[in-house]
């Protein structure tokens, strides 16, 4: 049996480690399965290291025709499934061809790379890295073995961060006018804000804050767009009177939330909306949508 | 507002619905408290509060549930406070908490945690303070908000920077406490106000009864302010009032504004109240017109009344803020402006108003008369007083000085006092009348001079005389009578010892009971007429200090005014009681020794016996009344008395009855013998045996008629009853009576006797014990020996 199996078996075990990866930082990451694992984190310019061991199952040996390793910024498309636009792609030889009779590692490392982008998980695009290590082999088919991990990148606080104030209505019905204190939050900001009420002639039953997210991928005519409310948090309950004014203060730390991603590659966008969302007594829902921009702000530590 | 076609049935059994869904979350809860399972115990905790979300409960229901909600948010406060337990620094779970999707559990849970943040003192209390009591406005549904912001008053009631508390100091100060309790108070008011705009008209009265529900909540804000320490006069001045009022003033809702001022008046101490009366004031005029301002007010006086008579140190207080001005000009205000205040309100105030003024100046008159005068002026404004509690109202404001000062007299010197009586129907002006009258009575007060006694009648003209001509009204008799006996009391209070002005009293008092009627004066002359006799005794006893012309007060002038007056008596027709009142006079004059005067008085009386009293019993009853008064007066003159004595034997010999005749006549005997010391007294001892002989003879005549009808004792006991006149003047001394005369009367009177057994009347009579008891007299009086014992020696038996 065991015997068996093992003719199916590829040649060789193939392992990636990375060279601080008892220290580095894990982040979870889900799988297509649903299953959560925990990924290295990575940012923009750090040099990415480590050893590929290849170690050959007992008494087998492993011809090959090079072992090499890459580094792949890889952008896949869910509606066009199985096409890959990798934006980055390093390669390290790591061996010559040759036969391998026993364990041997190759260190590898790729210094200072340029990871632009971050990793990214949507509802119809995926963005990730990759350290890809192919043993080449001639007829049996090459030995692939992928490791995933994550980047993410840091931005500073935006130097220009106004708030954002509107007033809207319906004529003779309603007329408010909202103010949210900033335009631009990082991922563990607050929203503060307050929503003013200069006329209501309407019964509402609450007012609500959603994030919404809107990924829009491709371009032109194929463009797909999907939106997705992640937060759904309620401000008022009741009807106000005229003159009151309602307080926000909405965290957004519970939240899954991203950086805004705006025209990655030309292959995808990420943005962020604020919907304030009046429900009447009828269910009616008046709604006024403001597009906010998320950042990830260096000092953000936290295990998310 | 889907509950409107819900009916009780199914409020319950929502409500069942709520406290399962309550209890059910609460136990997860409590599985997780006991886990220290921060993570779950949110999320229980919150599926709990979610239950009161509900929009279906009436108020009072809904308060059923929130008991039970914070029940178990008081588990979840120690399960907070404890670090131990869930490991997050009290600010980390003051975030935390505030992730939770839904506003009202999010604020509950807020409002916990926010205690346990401020007990902690790792934040100044105002901030978490004024963050929670911000962050509340998100609910802005009327009955959640209300109890939800009640939740924040009542976990932060022991946390306030109060002075003393250990909240205080550094940044925070009273005043933030104050601005926190007065914030939340706001947006409670606005949140109460704001249930009446809910829904349609149709369920208005429901919405009515739900508010009155629910106002205590509102209320307790206010309760919590004024037990705030360290609150004082000026921030109460400053900031605390007129934040409160402009809330009040603003809500413009009716019940709201009544409900918060009554508030106001009995949370904040009194002399609070009196250094900012002109602010309440002010805001008492601003109320909506709808609001019961005058309970308001009312409420207001009434306190500081009782503040004021709580200490006398405090009055000095009062009249530094014109404590009076300040009201009775609010009052004034609000009379104004309230149109269609409804009268019984306007005198309500004005009620409450004077008793203000008698306990705080108890000196200044003139402050009662100026509100009597305020009075006087609303009530001429409408057409006639016919609302029976207005009426009372104003009994009780004309009530409220007779009290106050015991003493009429005081009251008579208002002079709005009468003004506003006037206004009075006529029933209750009697009422009034009697009130005041009973008020002298019971004080004793002495009415001691002619200008008061005039005001004192014009108060009390409802009783003196018919108003307005409707005298057709149907009285009770006994109340009437009960009401001029009042009267007539009071004329025999009216007294000054001074002769002169005692005079013009009577003057007055005649004058106004002169207008009574003939239903009045058979009750109203007769205390007149013995008042002025009193007076004539009174000069008659200091006589002759009185001299000069032009003195009022001369016993003559008083009889000849009683002699007018009394004759209007007999033309009432009263003419019994005018006869005994000149009697009375005659008698008194005669005590004056001014013989024309008491002359005069005994032809009245003798003109009317003679053309008004024509009843046989009440002539009977009126020779005996003539013929007594007779025998006492001395003064006059041979001619005078003899004509006088021999009309009077005249009429008693021409009465209907000869029993009556007879007992007239005999009666008459006295006429001429006069049993005194005098040695002048009239002792015609020849006339009186004629008169007993003539009574004799009648009685004889009414014997045979007597026998001609049979059956009759009466005339034996006519003989006895001579006999003992016989008798009583021989015993005088009469020397016409001769112990014969006795004897033959004595046998006569046993013959008939005999007689009259013969006839086979066996009944004994009443004349037997009367003869019996005359013969032991003369066996009594002959045993006696002495003088008496030899004279009656001398008759026979």
Redesign the interface.
Known sequence: MNYLLGAFKPACNVSITFTDGKNRKQVPIKKDNGQTVMNPLFQSQETIAGKVIIEPYQGKKVEHNGVKVELLGQIEMYFDRGNFYDFTSLVRELDVPGDIYERKTYPFEFPTVEMPYDTYNGVNVRLRYVLKVTVTRGYSGSIVEYQEFMVRNYAPPPPINNSIKMEVGIEDCLHIEFEYNKSKYHLKDVILGKIYFLLVRIKMKNMDLEIRRRESTGAGANTHVETETLAKFELMDGTPVRGESIPVRLFLAPYDLTPTHRNINNKFSVKYYLNLVLVDEEDRRYFKQQEITLYRLKADTSSV | ?RRLGGGVEDEEKWLAEGIAGIQHNAFFMHRALDANNLREVLKYSALMLSEL?TSKLSPQRYYDLYMRAFDQLRQLEIFFKDESRHGLPVVDLY?LV??A????P?MYLLCTVGSVYIKSKQAPSKDVLKDLV??C??????I??LFLRSYLAQVSRDKLPEIGSDYEGDANTVMDAVEFVLQNFTEMN?LWV?IQ??GPGTVRERQEKERNELRDLVGKNLHVLGQIEGVDLDMYKETVLPRILEQVVNGKDELAQYYLMECIIQVFPDEYHLQTLETLLAACTQLMPTVDTKIVLTQLMDRLSNYAASSPDVLHEFLQVEAFAKLNNAIGKVIDTQLEMPIVGAMTLFVSLLTFALRVHPDRLDYVDQVLGACVVKLSSVPKLEDARAMKQVVALLSAPLEKYNDIVTALTLSNYPRVMDHLDDGTNKVMAMLIIQSIMKNNSCISTADKVEVLFELIKGLIKDLDGNATEELDEEDFQEEQNSVARLINMLDNEEPEEMIKIIYVVRKHIMTGGTRRLPFTIPPLVFSALRLVRQLESQSGDITGEDVQATPRRIFQILNQTIEVLSSVPRPELALRLYLQCAEAASDCDLEPVAYEFFTQAFILYEEEIADSKAQVTAIHLIVGTLQRINVFGVENRDTLTHKATGYSARLLKKPDQCRAVYACSHLFWVDDDDLDGIKDGERALLCLRRALRIANAAQQMANATRGSSGPVTLFVEILNKYIYFYEKGNPHITPSDIQSLIELINTEMQSDNNNGNTRRTHSDPFFTSTLRYIRFQKQKGGLIGDKYDLIKL
């Open positions: 507002m979300r975030e505030q992730h999707g839904n506003i009202l999010r911000e962050m406005r998100g609910v802005q549904h009327p959640r908000g606005k704001r705009h809910q």
